[in-house]
């Protein structure tokens, strides 16, 4: 799976991984992303995204031998069949509990009196990521058996769990199961990634001194450090996340209401703590405060910075 920021690396940089694993396939997110796509990676590339007659990137891939288009819709079988020419290399998606694309299982059955008109590679069956596994798994379970009554095809899961995926794919036999796999793939050992910002500047402060593009006073006697990372490179945005518990969500109000009395705290590290931002982050650089009391750390110094791959922008990645 490649999509978006490619979790991070960019998607030129996961093709090249997914070529040297040897990999067969890679699924992209977007029809735009699968055309961009194509410069990278020879191999099959799945847009996950289903088709849409209305999306003219997706009509103009129909075709292309390297792609392989979703289809969730039986009305969109039909559109595609009437576009003529060579038959389209598909994936038929199942609708599941996540309720996104996808047939009903009773509407299955009508896929085979279009199964002629297409190069059908398989059903795609999307679970969803939190709730009774069981559940999911005896869910995946009927809603492949039921596909592969109507079109004998791979099964192509997503967010099935691996040990359950292994289970099925070997009772299925070989060649005749798929897992999509990103953010385990990409981002499975936090371990192994570092990510930092570089000090740019220090200056010292007084307390109430007017700083920064909003001219607001210091929080105190300290120092402003000036760190590389702004809001193009995803620094002060947060991806909405599900506060599952009260606790968390006790969390969240508290600092929703320092954000709201104009703190917060930001993500970089100096010397072992999350740092405050003087102000709101700029566009490639954001104005920490650091109390007079902490020793400042030097400029060209690495700062530990935690960021959500998913949604950062780095200006350099370095692998090593
Ligand atoms: C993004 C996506 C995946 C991969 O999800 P990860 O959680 O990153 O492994 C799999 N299937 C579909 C349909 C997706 O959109």
Not at 7 to 12: K, R
Not at 41 to 55: E, K, R, S, T
Not at 265 to 274: D, V
Not at 293 to 302: A, N
């Amino acid at each position: 799976m490649a999509k978006g920021n490619g979790y991070g690396f960019g998607l030129p940089r996961l093709a090249e991984e997914a070529a040297r694993l040897g990999l067969p396939s890679i699924a992209v997110g977007t029809a735009r992303e699968a055309a961009a796509m194509r410069q990278h990676f020879g191999g099959d590339i799945v847009i996950l995204q289903p088709w849409d007659a209305g999306d003219r990137v997706a009509v103009e891939l129909v075709h292309d031998p390297q792609i392989i288009t979703t289809v969730s819709r039986i009305d969109d079988l039909e559109a595609l069949a009437s576009l003529g020419g060579q038959p389209p290399r598909i994936l038929v998606e199942v609708l599941t509990a996540m309720c996104r694309h996808g047939l009903a299982e009773d509407e299955l059955p009508e896929v085979a009196a279009w199964a002629d008109r297409f190069v059908i590679e398989g059903w795609t069956i999307h679970l969803p990521m939190r709730g009774d596994s069981d559940r999911h798994r005896l869910a995946a379970d009927q809603l492949g058996r039921a596909a592969l009554q109507v079109v004998d095809a791979p099964l192509w899961f997503s967010h099935l769990p691996t040990q359950d995926y292994l289970a099925l794919a070997a009772r299925l036999g070989e060649g005749r199961a798929r897992l999509r796999m990103g953010t385990k793939l990409w981002l499975g050992d936090p371990g192994a990634l570092k990510v930092t910002a570089t000090v740019l500047d220090v200056h010292p402060v007084r307390r109430g001194q007017k700083i920064g593009y909003w001219q607001r006073p210091a929080m105190g006697e300290g120092t402003l450090v000036v760190v590389s990372g702004g809001t193009a490179n995803g620094i002060g945005l947060e991806a909405p996340n599900s506060a599952k518990t009260w606790k968390s969500r006790a969390v969240a109000l508290a600092t929703g209401a320092l954000a709201a009395a104009g703190q917060a705290l930001s993500p970089y590290t100096i010397r072992g703590e999350k740092r405050w931002f003087a102000e709101p982050p700029h566009m490639q650089s954001s104005l920490l405060f650091l109390p007079a009391k902490v020793d400042p750390p030097e400029i060209g110094d690495e700062l530990p910075v935690e960021v959500r791959n998913t949604i950062a922008t780095f200006d350099e990645t370095v692998f090593s």
